[in-house]
């Protein structure tokens, strides 16, 4: 069993920053894929970010390359979403998701998650 917990999100202003960070629990993580989605009112969960936990790549949703990083800390078991200019349409609850076993390339589809954080909401004002 996987426990992930987020935190991080907030309200801010257009054009500004936020870190996200999500701490997971429950095994010794080694070549599990690491996701952030998001969910906005009425919208589907869609897919953000995500990073390979065996050598750290990372592949991004079009809509947030060039303004998300993601990062993860293997001695923390902590996998972090730093957002900088940020613009009203980021508005969303922000989940981390795990997908179990061997994994060498990224999935961005929500159902090929196995594990899901509770979600941290973050608001960005114009």
């Known amino acids: 069993q996987v426990q992930l917990v987020e935190s991080g999100g907030g309200l801010v202003q257009a054009g500004g920053s936020l870190r996200l960070s999500c701490v997971a629990s429950?095994?010794?993580?080694?070549?599990?894929?690491m996701g952030w989605f998001r969910q906005a009112p009425g919208k589907e969960r869609e897919f953000v970010a995500g990073?390979?936990?065996?050598?750290?790549?990372?592949y991004y949703a079009d809509s947030v390359k060039g303004r998300f990083t993601i990062s993860r800390d293997s001695a923390k078991n902590t996998v972090y979403l730093q957002m900088n200019s940020l613009k009203p349409e980021d508005t969303a609850i922000y989940y981390c998701a795990v997908r179990t076993g061997y994994n060498i390339g990224f999935y961005i589809s929500k159902n090929q998650y196995h594990y899901w954080g509770q979600g941290t909401q973050v608001t960005v004002s114009s």
């Open positions: 990073i390979l936990w065996t050598d750290g790549r990372t």
């Open positions: 429950g095994r010794t993580f080694s070549s599990e894929l």
